[in-house]
């Protein structure tokens, strides 16, 4: 059973760069033809993908996003993070981490983490 574990700060403030990690249990995060996807909620807005890594490294970014995104992963500890800058208090969601084989889903039918709060506010 793959499991999902997301921790972040929980409050960080604006124009800093926000950092989430996301540790996986029950598989390899380099298993191919898996990708690891970030995707964040908003109150009052729907499921908004973010941008993913692959099994191989290869990293993937929502356009409106992709110049303040940053997907990086630890392979010795089978963990990856979403680093987020200049980051404004619209970036205030709950952020969830998932396993799919495919990019810019939101699909629940699959592995995912619980979720972190993140809020931007000083």
């Known amino acids: 059973q793959v499991q999902l574990q997301e921790s972040g700060p929980g409050l960080v403030k604006p124009s800093q760069t926000l950092s989430v990690t996301c540790t996986v249990s029950?598989?390899?995060?380099?298993?191919?033809?898996?990708?690891w996807n970030w995707i964040r909620q908003s109150p009052g807005k729907e499921l908004e993908w973010m941008g993913a890594?692959?099994?191989?490294?290869?990293?993937y970014y929502a356009t409106s996003l992709a110049d303040r995104t940053s997907i990086s992963r630890n392979t010795a500890e089978n963990s990856f993070t979403l680093q987020l800058s200049s980051v404004t208090p619209r970036d205030t969601a709950v952020y969830y981490c998932?396993?799919?084989?495919?990019?810019?889903?939101?699909?629940?039918?699959?592995?995912w983490g619980q979720g972190t709060q993140v809020t931007v506010g000083s």
């Open positions: 890594i692959d099994s191989r490294g290869d990293t």
């Open positions: 998932a396993r799919h084989t495919t990019i810019k889903t939101t699909n629940r039918n699959a592995y």
């Open positions: 029950g598989g390899s995060i380099t298993t191919p033809n898996y990708y």
